[in-house]
């Protein structure tokens, strides 16, 4: 059977669990190619290259 609990948790302590919830800024590193800021592991939006290669034409 489940055990369940004797009292209720505080909303002190509730707020003290939630507190870790947080957003997290993206991780950008420079593409090789054209030094612009990218997404880690995805193609370059402003040149197209993908690991040294040419993934999608661009203009």
């Known amino acids: 059977m489940a055990v369940v609990p ?3 948790q505080s909303k002190a302590r509730q707020a003290k669990r939630r507190a870790k ?4 800024s ?5 593409c090789p ?7 880690s592991h995805r193609v370059c939006p ?5 690991k040294d290669k040419v993934v ?3 203009e």
């Open 6 to 8: 004797k009292r209720k």
């Open 21 to 24: 919830w947080k957003l997290t």
């Open 26 to 30: 993206p991780n950008l590193v420079e």
């Open 33 to 39: 190619q054209c030094r612009e800021l990218k997404l």
């Open 46 to 50: 402003q040149c197209g290259f993908y």
């Open 56 to 58: 999608v034409e661009s």
